[in-house]
């Protein structure tokens, strides 16, 4: 049974809220966040909760005013007790490249890199401070792996 829980949370792609035509309601998603903060409150599994609700956040929809991510999405992740959740985020994202061939240039790190630094900087832009140091924390990491990758490559010529 335990198995069959992880896979599921593993396969879990549309986050509540998002209608069966692609809409997206706010009230439906922070009713179930309330519910799902208190069950897992009382069960003693809240850390573990929000960061699987933070991994699904991922597939969000992006908002109707063109930001990447909803913006009641970011909002929620941007929280002061979003701690967990901002972990499961940025930890799907990054688990979100998948297997991968290392090139030895680092170009390819260096493509996530800047994409994700792009994402810190418009989520700032729109005043979610917490979640953009997160994305930003991702983007370094991808520049110091492409860093790494140049010096490996370097030493083996």
């Known amino acids: ?57 991922t597939y969000s929809p992006a908002d109707p005013d063109g930001l990447w991510i909803h913006r009641v999405v970011a909002e929620v992740l941007n929280s002061k007790d979003g701690e967990q959740m901002r972990k499961g985020f940025c930890t799907q994202m990054f688990n979100s490249r998948g297997v991968y061939w290392v090139d030895p240039t680092g170009k390819e790190e260096l493509k996530l890199a800047k994409k994700y630094r792009h994402k810190a900087e418009s989520i700032e832009n729109a005043g979610y401070y917490r979640l953009a140091a997160e994305i930003r924390k991702l983007a370094e990491h991808y520049e110091w792996e492409a860093e790494m990758v140049a010096i490996e490559h370097e030493q083996e010529d």
Not at 7 to 25: A, E, N, Y
Not at 26 to 41: M, N, P, Q, S
């Open 1 to 57: 049974m335990a198995s069959n829980a992880y896979r599921l949370l593993g396969m879990w792609r549309t986050p509540p809220g998002v209608k069966s035509d692609g809409s997206f309601s706010k009230e439906d998603f922070i009713h179930w966040l309330e519910y799902v903060k208190t069950a897992c409150t009382e069960s003693g599994h809240i850390e573990v909760a929000m960061q699987h609700v933070g991994k699904v956040l």
